[in-house]
């Protein structure tokens, strides 16, 4: 099956400081990928749509800024939490869409999901 | 907008006994796909069944299985013969016409020996 690294899988940074955190499709190519965040014991909220070769399209609230999301090649996104606080700490996970010939939403439209890194800023 | 609601925070369930996790969503598309999640203790996001609303007959993956009302919007999982390692938290999730996933609150399952 489609498979999705994500690269670390836990940090620990200083506040002040900025932290990359990769995803990368082992075994596709997937022209959007995702970024979402979850808290303990809550729900992933999408972060933003990472598309290759053009600008991330981010969720309201989302700051930008803060978040910069780089998506360079077919198989690998990067999303860098800039100026890190405590309250960005996190577990934060990407998912990447397989491209496929139909453009129709839905079996040929599956996220894999990758493993998740754990952010925590001292 | 989409929304997913997810009304049990926890359940439990003995040991090949069976469990329903309910879903409501709410959407004004005709033509979407609905997915069960589960996450475990590792956190890694593990597919387990989905459905397309165009098609009436419920989906099913060998022990899980989907009681699909489109009418109604209810999307719920069962899950037959609970083992151990079904322990987990589930989510409910709504595939919009854009390619986003948008996730339920989710449910934390437990499963007694």
Known sequence: ?122 | AQTVTQSQPEMSVQEAETVTLSCTYDTSESDYYLFWYKQPPSRQMILVIRQEAYKQQNATENRFSVNFQKAAKSFSLKISDSQLGDAAMYFCAYLTSYGKLTFGQGTILTVHP
């Open chain 1, 1 to 122: 099956g489609a498979v999705v690294s994500q690269h670390p899988s836990w940090v620990i940074c200083k506040s002040g400081t900025s932290v990359k955190i990769e995803c990368r499709s082992l075994d596709f190519q997937a022209t959007t990928m995702f970024w979402y965040r979850q808290f303990p014991k809550q729900s992933l909220m999408l972060m933003a749509t990472s598309n290759e070769g053009s600008k991330a399209t981010y969720e309201q609230g989302v700051e930008k800024d803060k978040f910069l999301i780089n998506h360079a090649s077919l198989t690998l996104s990067t999303l860098t939490v800039t100026s890190a606080h405590p309250e960005d700490s996190s577990f934060y996970i990407c998912s990447a869409r397989e491209d496929t010939e139909s453009q129709r939403v839905g079996l040929t439209d599956t996220q894999y999901f990758g493993p998740g890194t754990r952010l925590t800023v001292l």
